[in-house]
């Protein structure tokens, strides 16, 4: 399992997109808690992530290295409880995390 390395950092600074770029047609709940993800093009091999919030359509994650857009996977278990998800999701945006003190990227997972 990968481990990927921005999940143990303190999640500080403003981190939430601006309300003109907001696509949700639900609200968003803040949710800061691992997640395993098995990306399709490596079933095999799962990867943690921390979560930033949580909606009915999707999920808001931090990465050290940019995930890319259309990639697909299952979301897999919500650490660490464990409880399993078996979701399948699908990667709609990747941006650099906004702030000078955070490195790293945030993705919105659309579940579907």
């Known amino acids: 399992m990968l481990d990927d390395s921005i999940m143990n950092r303190e ?9 003109s ?3 949700r047609d ?3 709940t803040p949710v ?3 997640v395993l993800m098995a990306w399709h093009f490596n079933p095999d091999q799962p990867v943690r992530y ?7 359509t999707g999920i808001r994650i ?8 259309g990639m697909t ?9 464990g409880r399993h998800v078996d979701r399948p999701v699908m990667v709609v945006w990747v941006r650099p995390m906004g702030d000078a003190s955070s490195s790293g990227f945030e ?3 659309r579940f579907f």
Do not use: C, H, Q, W
């Open 11 to 19: 999640a500080g600074g403003p981190g939430g997109e601006p309300s």
């Open 21 to 23: 770029t907001n696509r």
């Open 26 to 28: 639900s609200d968003r």
């Open 32 to 34: 800061s808690v691992e």
């Open 50 to 56: 921390r979560s930033v919030d949580l909606s009915e």
């Open 62 to 69: 931090r990465s050290a290295t940019p995930i890319l857009e």
């Open 73 to 81: 996977g299952i979301l897999k278990t919500v650490l660490p409880e």
């Open 107 to 109: 993705a919105g997972l």
